[in-house]
Nanobody, 121 residues
């Protein structure tokens, strides 16, 4: 069963930092675009940051200058370094990726199960 495994969420005080990580299970042939999204209960899921296979990045205006997305292609992993966290960053954070496994003819888009990030004031 394909899984995107997230780690690194938790509780932190305002101004603190957290690092989220995400990696797929199984024997991956290639990964295309990857991204982190977040969702607050009752609101739509929103893009936080994205990164292409070539390393180009984009960020939501609300996190520019505070969050940094990166990927380790050798490990098929993606990270989100979150600094200067604010209470409004509190949400469930989801990993998303276009994955091709060995034997597949194309990428398939997958979501992780989400990890809670809570920032206290």
């Amino acid at each position: 069963q394909v899984q995107l495994v997230e780690s690194g969420g938790g509780l932190v005080q305002a101004g603190g930092s957290l690092r989220l990580s995400c990696a797929p299970s199984g024997r991956v042939f290639s990964i295309g675009a990857m991204g982190w999204y977040r969702q607050v209960s009752g609101k739509q899921r929103e893009l936080v940051a994205g990164i292409t296979s070539g390393g180009s990045t984009n960020y939501a205006d609300s996190v520019k200058g505070r969050f940094t997305i990166s990927r380790d292609n050798a490990k098929n992993a993606m990270n989100l370094q979150m600094n200067s966290l604010k209470p409004e960053d509190t949400a469930v954070y989801y990993c998303n990726a276009d994955i091709r496994y060995y034997g597949w003819s194309s990428n398939v888009n997958y979501w992780g199960r989400g990890t809670q990030v809570t920032v206290s004031s």
